[in-house]
C-alpha cells in the first residue's frame, strides 16, 4: 500500500459527460502528479501540482482540468468525454519536487475509465 | 521534443540476467529511474540514478551514463514474479517546474 487513494476505482459513463477522479496523496506530500494509462501503453504525464499550484503541464487535453485543493486533495476533471479517453488515470504523491533529484513517486491504484 | 526508447519485449529464463535499455533525448535532464508494473497494478519505484554509474539494490542494478543518454536496469536471478512490464522514467527540470517523463514500457517475459 503507498498511501495514495484514489476514487472511484472504476468508472462506467457515456460519450459527452463529464467525470470527476479524486486523489489523496500520502500524508505530508505537497506533490501530486496525474498520469494517464491507455491499454498497454505507456504513462503519459498530464499535471503536476504543488502545495496548491499548478507547476507542470504535460500533454493534457483542454477537456481535462485539475485542481489540489488545501488539503492537499486533488481533483481531475474529464468532461465532454470521448472513446479514446477510456483509460487508466494514475495519481502519485510525493513529499516535494526535490523528490524528482531521488525520481520516486508514490502511485495509487489508478481509477479505470470507460467510455461507452 | 523529448523521447525515450526502450525494447518493447524481453524473453528470459528463471535464475537468468536480463538487461533492459533505455536511450533518452530531452532537454533539463536531472535524472533517470525506473518503474516496475503488474498488470493492472500501480507502479513502484525500483531505482534512480542521478549520477553516472551503478546503483545496486539487492537483485537489482541500474546504470546511467549521461554523456551517452543511456541507462540501463540489471536483473539477476530472474524469478517468476519479475514479469512485469519496466518503465525508465527521466526527471526533467524547467525553471520551476518539474516532471517525471515514461518511456512505453518493456514488458518482461520470465520462463521457467
Known sequence: ?????????????????????????????????????????????????????????????????????????????????????????????????????TGELFFGEGSRLTVL | GQSLEQPSEVTAVEGAIVQINCTYQTSGFYGLSWYQQHDGGAPTFLSYNGLDGLEETGRFSSFLSRSDSYGYLLLQELQMKDSASYFCAVSLRGDSSYK???????????RP
Open chain 2, 100 to 110: 517525471l517523463i515514461f518511456g512505453s514500457g518493456t514488458r518482461l517475459l520470465v
Open chain 1, 1 to 101: 500500500d503507498s498511501g495514495v487513494t484514489q476514487t472511484p476505482k472504476h468508472l462506467i459513463t457515456a460519450t459527452g459527460q463529464r467525470v470527476t477522479l479524486r486523489c489523496s496523496p500520502r500524508s505530508g506530500d505537497l506533490s501530486v502528479y496525474w498520469y494517464q494509462q491507455s491499454l498497454d501503453q505507456g504513462l503519459q504525464f498530464l499535471i503536476h501540482y504543488y502545495n496548491g499550484e499548478e507547476r507542470a503541464k504535460g500533454n493534457i487535453l483542454e477537456r481535462f482540468s485539475a485542481q489540489q485543493f488545501p488539503d492537499l486533495h486533488s481533483e481531475l476533471n474529464l468532461s465532454s468525454l470521448e472513446l479514446g479517453d477510456s483509460a487508466l488515470y494514475f495519481c502519485a504523491s510525493s513529499v516535494a519536487q526535490g523528490a524528482l533529484g
